[in-house]
């Protein structure tokens, strides 16, 4: 028998203003988005980690709606 009772870092389609990175980042964390959102400005201010960080994301971690219920 599967165990799924694990949780998936996946982008958010409710709490989104760009892509939903930052929404389902927080939801994973269990953070407030916005305190995510200023650390990825910051990052991206202070040099490009934060746009690739951001970018990676972005690309990796599928949209929540996308996920089959099983």
């Known amino acids: 028998m599967e165990n799924n009772n694990y ?12 892509a939903g990175v ?5 939801k994973y964390l269990n953070v407030d988005p916005t305190v995510l959102r200023i650390i990825f ?3 991206i201010l202070f040099g490009s980690l934060g746009i690739w960080a951001y970018l990676i994301i972005w690309l990796v971690a599928p949209e929540d709606n996308r996920i089959e219920n099983r």
């Open 7 to 18: 949780r998936r870092l996946m982008r958010s389609t409710t709490d989104r203003r760009i």
């Open 22 to 26: 930052c929404g389902g980042l927080a």
């Open 41 to 43: 400005l910051i990052a």
